[in-house]
């Protein structure tokens, strides 16, 4: 299958309000420009200085995605392009990005990321943390960026009803929060393996690599 049946095949089965966030991490240049040519507009990367590297290298018109967990010290690299920040698990890291963000004299949207796996290795907020975070005076200070809605992971199982109960968990979550920042239109959650529960349960944004791109090396 080429990047474009791939891509017209997900695209297919996507409701109309689901974004789809090709997730280009590792993968070379002519692939990217292969999907871009193919009409996708959203990118996703993990790695602060690969996305910088890439974003120098291809059309300005492609909306750049940082998803991985993303360190306080690599933010100045991404801040001038930067469309959305997915990943963000800790106050520093938004503080740094309000930081950042108002040096580029501009606003940069971000996802707050949620733990909702049972696994140890996941990064982000839980429920109650976040609830209070938002509270706090040092989070409405912030006036660079915006909190654009939330991101999770599930597990990594081939139980369909973990899956099923920890996106369920999150979508319950989003709608409470919306009520305290009703701004918020964004819920990031499902890739390649789980993106089908991840819309049943309410997912606005997708993050896809494998399914679009094919296997990552796994060294990487
Ligand atoms: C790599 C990655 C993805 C995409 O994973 P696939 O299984 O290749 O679809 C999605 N989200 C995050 C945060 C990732 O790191």
Request: hydrophobic residues 35%; contains cysteine; charged residues 30%.
């Amino acid at each position: 299958m080429s990047i474009k049946q791939n891509l017209e095949d997900i695209r297919s089965q996507l409701p109309s309000h689901v974004t789809l966030v090709a997730v280009s991490k590792t993968k070379p240049i002519e692939l990217i420009q292969e999907a871009y040519e193919a009409g996708q507009r959203d990118f996703g990367e993990n790695y602060a200085q690969e996305l910088s590297e890439k974003e120098t290298l291809l059309p300005k018109d492609i909306r750049w995605h940082a998803i991985g967990h993303l360190q306080t010290n690599k933010v100045k690299y991404i801040a001038p392009f930067v469309h959305l920040i997915h990943a963000v698990d800790s106050s520093k890291l938004l503080e740094e990005i309000n930081k950042q963000a108002l040096k580029n004299k501009k606003v940069i949207d971000c996802l707050l990321q949620i733990y909702i796996a049972k696994e140890e290795t996941k990064f982000g907020f839980s429920f109650e943390e976040c609830e209070g975070y938002l509270k706090t005076e040092d989070f409405q200070k912030l006036e660079n960026i915006r909190v654009a809605g939330l991101m999770g992971m599930a597990t990594n199982t081939s139980n369909d009803k973990q899956i099923r109960d920890e996106f369920r968990s999150l979508k319950t979550f989003f709608g409470k929060l919306k009520q305290q920042l009703p701004e918020m239109n964004i819920l990031s959650m499902g890739m390649s393996s789980d993106h089908k529960i991840a819309i049943e349960e309410g997912s606005t944004m997708v993050r896809i690599g494998s399914s679009i791109f094919g296997d990552r090396d796994h060294t990487k």
